[in-house]
């Protein structure tokens, strides 16, 4: 696993703060909020805002890859740059910062094991400060489509490869269109996409929002399939990302793609292939729509 390479202990932070003869200053702490209402940073972090930074302010979309390249370059991030990501949130969106930087083809990145609910527990220090960097230049990047799923392979993953919804139980029974708390999404659907399966995003977590450990997280996920293209989902694409974060960073699985249009756009699709309840499983173990559509689909526990 990749665990010593891709997560960042909240100590390992607190212990370069104390000690700056122990920084790196190639790397830089990445705060991703989702309206900056988070009081304090981590002393000398950057602080991007999801829908104000990263999501493009006309179309329903990440930014492009000019405007990717122009906010990491104001920010003084450069490509040579190792990334550290946390927010506030349960991690998710430092999850999906960590996942539209690896859109763009930033090398070296990293989360904030237990994120920002982990460092005010471990009564982490807090600054209003903004840190002054220098700006730079930052390549155009390319974008590697490779960890993003359209609606189109939404479509076509259904009863044939591998769907994850990883929202809460109420949302995949169709209870609920959003997690609990959360107002109702007028005009989406409640249900979950035909054969796909339910894995909950907190199954990777303790309840600080650390990972679980590497033995933990492989039998948690022992049912995941590895022979087979999978896209996983949830209602906006921030729980998806911090799974799709665990399934292809932490454990290396093969061809796993987070779907970002997510449950607010397939939800809210004419004639989309949505149903309620629990998944229909036929006789022989193997879910029935899958069974009728593509019967060498092994059986699942």
């Not at 705060?31 to 805002?49: A, H, K, N, Q, Y």
């Not at 999801?50 to 493009?56: A, I, N, R």
Request: aromatic share 8%.
């Amino acid at each position: 696993m990749n665990r010593d390479r891709l997560l960042v202990s909240c100590e390992q932070v607190m212990e370069q703060l104390r000690n700056p003869t122990t920084r790196d200053e190639r790397t830089v702490l990445v705060e991703i909020t989702d309206g900056g209402g988070e009081p304090g940073r981590v002393p000398g972090s950057v602080r991007l805002d999801w829908t104000g930074d990263l999501q493009d302010p006309v179309r329903r979309d990440v930014i492009g890859p000019e405007a990717f390249a122009a906010l990491l370059g104001r920010h003084g991030i450069t490509a040579e740059h190792t990334v550290v990501f946390l927010s506030g949130n349960n991690n998710w969106w430092a999850a999906a910062g960590y996942w539209q930087f690896k859109l763009y083809g930033h090398r070296e990145l990293r989360l904030l094991d237990g994120g920002r609910l982990r460092w005010e527990a471990l009564g982490g220090p807090l600054t209003p400060d903004v840190p002054e960097r220098e700006p730079v230049t930052y390549p155009v990047p390319a974008a590697d489509e490779t960890v993003r799923a359209r609606r189109e392979d939404m479509l076509d993953h259904i009863g044939r490869h591998q769907l994850l919804d990883v929202r809460s139980l109420e949302e995949y029974l169709g209870r609920s269109n959003t997690p609990p708390g959360v107002p109702e999404d007028l005009g989406v659907r409640c249900g979950h996409a035909l054969s796909a399966e339910h894995i909950p995003w907190h199954t990777a977590v303790h309840s600080d929002g650390t990972f679980r450990d590497d033995e933990e997280l492989a039998r948690a996920y022992a049912a995941v399939r590895t022979d087979a293209p999978t896209v996983l989902y949830c209602r906006v694409g921030w729980r998806s990302a911090h799974s799709w974060f665990v399934l292809s960073e932490l454990l290396g699985l093969p061809d796993i793609r987070n779907y970002d249009g997510a449950w607010r756009e397939f939800g809210s699709l004419i004639g989309a292939p949505i149903v309620n309840g629990p998944q229909p499983w036929g006789p022989d173990g193997i879910p029935s729509i899958v069974a009728q559509r593509a019967p060498e689909v092994p059986a699942r526990a």
